[in-house]
């Protein structure tokens, strides 16, 4: 059974055959190197005229690249578009204006952000909620761009609440920081697509040692959310090549609003010593002049 990066070899294999391609099979070639998302969208022979060729060259040319039919070739490329791959969410569509530009941008990222939102589960937020209050420790964890906005989250969760763990530690490999994770303990991991293999593992091991986990992740991930005690799903299409993270982000916020709600006495108290610690270590200037010269008195 295909992994879902090895579904992403069309590349691969043209370059491989390259050299040797007729003619005719080099154009589509070219078209599909450059543009290889546009499989998805077109058939066969709207591939082949828009390469100038004919649909017998595609045939003969998806053919000699290993695959036994053009539905083959699409499936692929329609795996990579779900694993996320940007070349593969490319086309060679023509550049829309600025101002229709923008406003498809708002439109998807409003759109992620509302069926993000309107899928949550209100009792599963609840528990999200006591959970993040009462466990013994948190761990976070993400990998590859989920791993900034497990860090964001960290460094937030851990302005409220003590014993709040970014794994792995720098320098450090898993093993060292779960052998403390047990089953009065929570792990979130924020898992949105192309997600490495370690992040099953992570969760694996996790879920044996009796941990709670919250997995953040985008609706590809079916195998990950198996192993999650609750799964917040985050839309993360864009009308880029690559994700769109508001709706992710807008959950990590939510997740810390509610672990402040369920404890904001302790929440509250424990802001207030750190900002004491910042005018302590001066470390934040808030009377810093400004940079930039301010205009003559009229």
Same mark, same amino acid.
């Given at each position: 059974?295909?992994?879902?990066?090895?579904?992403?070899?069309?590349?691969?294999?043209?370059?491989? !055959?390259?050299?040797?391609?007729?003619?005719?099979?080099?154009?589509?070639?070219?078209?599909? $190197?450059?543009?290889?998302?546009?499989?998805?969208?077109?058939?066969?022979?709207? $591939?082949?005229?828009?390469?100038?060729?004919?649909?017998?060259?595609?045939?003969?040319?998806?053919?000699?690249?290993?695959?036994?039919?053009?539905?083959?070739?699409? !499936?692929?490329?329609?795996?990579?578009?779900?694993?996320?791959?940007?070349?593969?969410?490319?086309?060679?569509?023509?550049?829309?204006?600025?101002?229709?530009?923008?406003?498809e941008h708002l439109?998807?990222?409003?759109?992620?952000?509302?069926?993000?939102?309107?899928?949550?589960?209100?009792?599963?937020?609840?528990?999200?909620?006591?959970?993040?209050?009462?466990?013994?420790?948190?761990?976070?964890?993400?990998?590859?761009?989920?791993?900034?906005?497990?860090?964001?989250?960290?460094?937030?969760?851990?302005?409220?609440?003590?014993?709040?763990?970014?794994?792995?530690?720098?320098?450090?490999?898993?093993?060292?920081?779960? @052998?403390?994770?047990?089953?009065?303990?929570?792990?979130?991991?924020?898992?949105?697509?192309?997600?490495?293999?370690?992040?099953?593992r992570l969760m694996?091991?996790?879920?044996?040692?009796?941990?709670?986990?919250?997995?953040?992740?985008?609706?590809?991930? @079916?195998?990950?959310?198996?192993?999650?005690?609750?799964? @917040?799903?985050?839309?993360?299409?864009?009308?880029?090549?690559?994700?769109?993270?508001?709706?992710?982000?807008?959950?990590?916020?939510?997740?810390?609003?509610?672990?402040?709600?369920?404890?904001?006495?302790?929440?509250?108290?424990? $802001?207030?010593?750190?900002?004491? $610690?910042?005018?302590?270590?001066?470390?934040?200037?808030?009377?810093?002049?400004?940079?930039?010269?301010?205009?003559?008195?009229?």
């Amino acid at each position: 059974m295909k992994s879902e990066n090895e579904s992403q070899d069309l590349e691969s294999r043209i370059r491989e !055959h390259y050299e040797r391609l007729p003619p005719a099979e080099k154009r589509l070639g070219n078209l599909l $190197l450059n543009f290889p998302g546009d499989i998805a969208t077109y058939s066969a022979t709207e $591939l082949a005229g828009m390469a100038g060729t004919s649909k017998a060259a595609a045939t003969r040319l998806f053919r000699r690249l290993g695959y036994s039919d053009f539905n083959e070739v699409r !499936h692929s490329v329609r795996a990579a578009q779900r694993w996320g791959s940007p070349v593969y969410l490319t086309s060679q569509t023509p550049p829309q204006s600025r101002s229709r530009l923008i406003a498809e941008h708002l439109a998807r990222e409003s759109e992620n952000l509302s069926r993000t939102l309107e899928g949550l589960r209100p009792d599963a937020v609840r528990e999200i909620g006591k959970t993040l209050s009462k466990a013994q420790h948190v761990f976070v964890a993400g990998f590859r761009n989920s791993h900034f906005l497990a860090q964001y989250l960290y460094r937030q969760l851990a302005l409220m609440r003590s014993d709040i763990r970014l794994i792995p530690a720098p320098g450090q490999t898993l093993g060292e920081d779960l @052998v403390d994770i047990g089953e009065h303990d929570l792990l979130v991991i924020v898992g949105l697509r192309r997600r490495i293999d370690l992040t099953l593992r992570l969760m694996e091991v996790a879920r044996k040692r009796g941990a709670r986990i919250l997995l953040i992740a985008d609706p590809s991930a @079916v195998a990950a959310a198996k192993l999650a005690t609750w799964t @917040v799903t985050c839309e993360v299409r864009s009308i880029s090549p690559f994700d769109s993270y508001v709706a992710a982000m807008s959950i990590i916020n939510l997740v810390c609003a509610l672990l402040f709600r369920d404890t904001s006495t302790d929440a509250q108290q424990r $802001l207030q010593e750190i900002e004491t $610690l910042h005018e302590a270590l001066e470390e934040l200037d808030s009377s810093a002049p400004l940079q930039f010269p301010l205009p003559p008195d009229t």
